[in-house]
């Protein structure tokens, strides 16, 4: 049944199912001309760490918006825990949001940034201070609760901004980049802590990023969004061992595409496949591949060398190219560069070949 048809004989609709924090039904947002998010249908997991990837102008923020209210929906409607709320202000929703700037209060101590929600509440003094020394603590700034947050690094204002959107205990937590500021090692580091805290304080959390490694490493599952719909939603290992378009296959790793001639020679059909460059070994052009394998004859193009592993690109004699990837476990540097222009044969078990769907965008 349709939202129209349901509209029209008065029912609430179905609402999410029981597990569902939120769930998204036939949502679109337009900006004038601009379709920015272009008929999406999701559910999200009570209790969930769930990511929105996709690349800068997908629509990813503009969701997450609606979410919390800042949007409106031009059309579909949007549930939090089986309520629809999709004309309901941003202070009336169960949820808080997470931005990438921090949005701290910088003349006001980092105690008094994190309990302001409370204070807007006008909970007691007491109770106050014992929360917001809680939530210091899980955020691990036990002691910077009179500092300033311009006393404060980069990682330790976030991790503020974190203990101010947890400290009214929502249901549902929306982070918007929010380790897009912080340098390569810290953001590993506050990817780690942040799922740890996520799954103590046992919240919904929806977290936007455009960072393919962020959203395999935190979440439970993943939407991948391109030009304001979704192409797949999965576990980390579901979107990347089984990419079901050619844009999650590139988006999501290395594309690998095998299309046209390579396709039919290589795999023996017509259509589109890849194959991830870590399931590819570089062989001796002369060796025979096993029965439960495939090959291609090709001559190595480009060898970067990247610590700890290396990565050749090979040009196929079929046409295309295939990205191996192979850990140097006992090649040096100077034996993996030396590689280049060598012809090889790349086998690969036939498994290991996914076929895709062509993206329209
Ligand atoms: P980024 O990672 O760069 O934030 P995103 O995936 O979050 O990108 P959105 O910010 O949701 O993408 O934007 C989706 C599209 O909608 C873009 O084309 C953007 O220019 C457009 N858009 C977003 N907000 C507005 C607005 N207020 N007015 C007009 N167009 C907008």
Redesign the pocket.
Known sequence: MTVETRREIGEEGPGPSASAAVRLEGVTKR?GD?A?VAGIDLEIHDGEFFSML?P???????TLRMIAGFEEPTSGRIWLLGRDITGVPPFDRDVNTVFQDYALFPHMSVADNVGYGLLVRKVAAVERRQRVSEALQMVRLDDYGSRRPAQLSGGQRQRVALARALINRPRVLLLDEPLGALDLKLREEMQIELKAIQQQVGITFIY?T?DQEEALTMSDRLAV?NAGRIEQIGSPADVYEHPVTTFVAGFVGTSNLLTGDAATTVIGREGVFTVRPEKIRLADPTSTPADDEASALGRIREVVYVGPDTRYIVALETGGELVVTQQNLETSSMEALATQGRSVRLTWKRRHVLSLATSEL
Do not use: L, N, P, W
């Not at 800068?56 to 503009?62: D, E, F, I, V």
């Open positions: 900006f601009v920015a996709g800068s102008g997908s629509g990813k923020t503009t936007v455009h969004f």
